[in-house]
């Protein structure tokens, strides 16, 4: 069973609008989330995250939003640019020593000029 | 800045061969995953090593996997024999400390194994 889910396979916005990518999660005992962000051929690369104690993160045009009782947490992208396409995937660890992450299965952002 | 190095970028073998993929972690960084992503689900842990020693193994889909680190700037995971459905995106991934959220991983850019 899935503890991480991303429910949008994909997202199309336009350039200059917000890009709201949405994430819900099962496990209570997460304590952080993360955001990363994939091209391509690439690797996932690290975006942003947000510890389960705050509501919100910002980073430039990069902001998280987390509701802990609705189990969901959101990322912002504003303004969207088309460097922006790829596919991001939304991350949770729980709190024991050395636990690695668990990964939603992504959506692609598409962002067109 | 070298980042995680993954070697071969793509591997092209036949069933029942054994496949090797080798990581390179970021210097000083001391714990090292081993992620399989496929289409039906997605990124999924197979292991972990902390300071090169395996902590978590639970990911393994079967004895056919295995993964060593004889130190701490090399790590192999070895399929043996292989199967068509092993055919996927191998990631490795490593990070200072012991792997939490407030540590975010860095990957390499992948192995792209196919298995005929």
């Known amino acids: 069973d899935q503890q991480v889910k991303q429910n949008s396979p994909s997202l199309s916005v336009q350039e200059g609008r917000i890009s709201i990518l949405n994430c819900d999660y099962t496990?209570?005992?997460?304590?952080?989330f993360l955001w990363y962000k994939k091209y391509p051929a690439e690797g996932p690369t690290f975006l942003i995250s947000?510890?389960?104690?705050?509501d919100k993160n910002e980073d430039g045009r990069f902001t998280v939003f987390l509701n802990k009782s609705a189990k969901h947490l959101s990322l912002h992208i504003v303004p969207s640019q088309p460097g922006d396409s790829a596919v991001y995937f939304c991350?949770?660890?729980?709190?024991?020593?050395?636990?690695?992450?668990?990964f939603g299965k992504g959506t692609t952002l598409s962002v067109s000029s | 800045d070298a980042g995680v190095i993954q070697s071969p970028r793509h591997e092209v073998t036949e069933m029942g061969q054994e496949v090797t993929l080798r990581c390179k972690p970021i210097?000083?960084?001391?714990?090292l995953f081993w992620y399989r992503q496929t289409m039906m689900r997605g990124l999924e842990l197979l292991i972990y090593?902390?300071?090169?020693?395996?902590?978590?193994d639970s990911g393994m889909p079967e004895d056919r996997f295995s993964a060593k680190m004889p130190n701490a700037s090399f790590s192999t995971l070895k399929i043996q024999p292989s199967e068509p459905r092993d055919s996927a995106v191998y990631f490795c991934?490593?990070?200072?400390?012991?792997?939490?959220?407030?540590?975010?991983?860095?990957f390499g850019d992948g192995t792209r194994l196919s298995i005929l």
């Open positions: 991934a490593s990070t200072a400390g012991t792997g939490g959220g407030n540590q975010p991983q860095h």
């Open positions: 496990n209570s005992m997460f304590d952080y």
């Open positions: 947000i510890s389960s104690i705050k």
């Open positions: 210097s000083g960084h001391n714990s």
């Open positions: 090593f902390n300071n090169n020693v395996p902590i978590d």
């Open positions: 991350a949770a660890s729980a709190p024991q020593a050395g636990t690695a992450l668990i």
